[in-house]
Every structure is written in structure tokens, then in C-alpha cells.
């Protein structure tokens, strides 16, 4: 597989991990679909084990999304900020603390963001709490599955 290629694929893997937190944008849809783009064009067979590992991931996060709350963060008043603020500390956290850190990364980026719209400790803890019920959950397991399938892709290109 190319440069040029793999460029693409990290590309369309981006813009899925940018979409999972973006209203309309079926980002999950996205990173797998760079993923299948990636081992359709790989003969490798570690590309078909992530391919089929992130297959079974996105299933079963699309069942546990379905269980949960449905979204409705615009409509509780969460800004788009707030959600920039939440990825960028799952990101954070799922790279210093590998994997697991992408959880508390992703309260604590929520709590900064409402933290600094709102000024009070008491009101940010109130406000992560609704934003969390609202559809926190279900949005920090599709990004968390993403997360997951993106990191192994970068291991089977870099290592495998």
C-alpha cells in the first residue's frame, strides 16, 4: 500500500473521530469504512484481523448506543465547544493513560469546558452531570470504540 494511500485512509480515520462528535456526521461509519478502504488494499492478514476485530467493536458499540439514553445534548443546552473540549480530553487521556484514560479524559474535558462557561465548581459539576445523561454515555462509547479501532490500525501500520 502507498503513502498516498495510507494518507487517505489516516484522513478518513480522522475526519470519523472529528465526525463521532459532530451531529449528522456518521463517524463510527467512517473510520470503519477507512479501515475497510486499508485491508482491502493491504494484502496483509493483519489488516483483514483489524477489519473484522473492528467490525465486531463498532457492532457491539452500536448495540450498547442503542441501549442508552438517545442524544439530545443540543437540547440540553450543551454547546458544541463544550463537546470540542470532551473529545479533545478523551484524546488526551487515551493517549496518557493508554486506553483506559480516554474515560475520565472525556468527563474531565466536559467538566473543563462547562467549567469555564460557567465559572463555578458546583454549577460545572451540575452541569457534566446533565450533559453526561443527556447523552454523554452513549457519545463516550462510540468515540471510545473509534478510539480503539484507530489505535490498532496505527499498530498494524506501523508495526505490522
Do not use: N
Not at 465548581?121 to 447523552?135: D, I, L, S
Amino acid at each position: 500500500m502507498g503513502a498516498w494511500d495510507l494518507l487517505l485512509t489516516g484522513l478518513v480515520i480522522l475526519f470519523g473521530l472529528c465526525g463521532v462528535l459532530l451531529p449528522g456526521v456518521p463517524g463510527s461509519w467512517l473510520v470503519w469504512a477507512g479501515t475497510l478502504w486499508w485491508a482491502l488494499k493491504d494484502p496483509r492478514p493483519v489488516a483483514w484481523w483489524v477489519l473484522v476485530g473492528a467490525t465486531v467493536a463498532l457492532l457491539l458499540s452500536q448495540v450498547v448506543h442503542w441501549t442508552l439514553s438517545p442524544r439530545r445534548l443540543r437540547a440540553d443546552g450543551i454547546e458544541g465547544r463544550v463537546l470540542a473540549y470532551a473529545g479533545a480530553g478523551s484524546f488526551l487521556g487515551f493517549v496518557l493513560v493508554p486506553v483506559l484514560g480516554a474515560v475520565p479524559g472525556f468527563v474531565t474535558g466536559i467538566y473543563a469546558g462547562e467549567r469555564i462557561r460557567l465559572g463555578r465548581h458546583g454549577e460545572a459539576v451540575a452541569a457534566t452531570r446533565t450533559a453526561m445523561r443527556a447523552g454523554g454515555w452513549s457519545l463516550l462509547t462510540e468515540l471510545f470504540t473509534c478510539q480503539l479501532i484507530t489505535a490498532a490500525w496505527l499498530g498494524a501500520v506501523v508495526w505490522g
